[in-house]
Every structure is written in structure tokens, then in C-alpha cells.
């Protein structure tokens, strides 16, 4: 299996950025896919899953509104678009995977994850 994310950067509040995740080494449409962060000096922070199919996607409250995932099965690739940056959201932003298909997942546990993208937002 292998997560590759790419996309990070540095941004001032409210600004916008887009990551993306290419997945390999699996069967893509058949897993949810997952986001999730972590903030220095925090733990593992779930922000948005999405199904297989895609057809259904859960946002963290924190995000909900200003973060969008979405998915392209053909590529392989996971997407998170990120609108309305807020300092907080300042963070190391990784891709995961559940350790099983088909289930949904909407924590940081039992999951892997690729080797992350970090995310500074700063004025």
C-alpha cells in the first residue's frame, strides 16, 4: 500500500489550498478513504472521510463548511479542497486508508497512513 499526499504549503488565513492523496498497492473504490491531521504538539485529529463510491462524505464540525473531500476511482487519487483557512487549521494533513473495505470509517484509529503534507496558516 502506498499514500502519497501533496499540495501543502504556507497560507495566509483564508486563504484556499488543494491536497491531493494518490493511493496505490490496493483496491481503491472499495475502501473509504479518510483525512486526517495533526497539529503540533496534538494527537491524530479525524477531519473527513468519504465512501468508496463516493457518494457519501462526513465532515468534522471543526471543517465542516470550509473543507471539501472528494475522489477520482479512474486515478486512484483523494482530494481535499480547503477553503476559508483559520490558523488552526495549521497542521501535518494525512492521507489514510482502514485496515478493511467496504466499512465506514470516521476516527484515526486502525488505519494507515501516508507520510503526510503540512499545512501552515499564517499572516
Known amino acids: 500500500v502506498q499514500l502519497v499526499e501533496s499540495g501543502g504549503g504556507l497560507v495566509q488565513p483564508g486563504g484556499s489550498l488543494r491536497l491531493s492523496c494518490e493511493a496505490s498497492?490496493?483496491?481503491?473504490?472499495?475502501?473509504?478513504m479518510i483525512w486526517v491531521r495533526q497539529a503540533p504538539g496534538k494527537g491524530l485529529e479525524w477531519v473527513s472521510s468519504?465512501?468508496?463510491?463516493?457518494?457519501?462524505?462526513y465532515y468534522a464540525d471543526s471543517v465542516r463548511g470550509r473543507l471539501r473531500i472528494s475522489r477520482d476511482n479512474r486515478k486512484n487519487t483523494l482530494y481535499l479542497q480547503m477553503n476559508n483557512l483559520r490558523p488552526a487549521d495549521t497542521a501535518v494533513y494525512y492521507c489514510?486508508?482502514?485496515?478493511?473495505?467496504?466499512?465506514?470509517?470516521?476516527?484515526?484509529?486502525?488505519?494507515?497512513r501516508g507520510r503526510g503534507t503540512p499545512v501552515t496558516v499564517s499572516s
Open positions: 498497492g490496493f483496491i481503491f473504490n472499495k475502501y473509504t
Open positions: 489514510a486508508k482502514p485496515n478493511v473495505p467496504f466499512i465506514i470509517k470516521k476516527d484515526p484509529s486502525d488505519v494507515q
Open positions: 468519504q465512501v468508496g463510491n463516493g457518494a457519501t462524505t
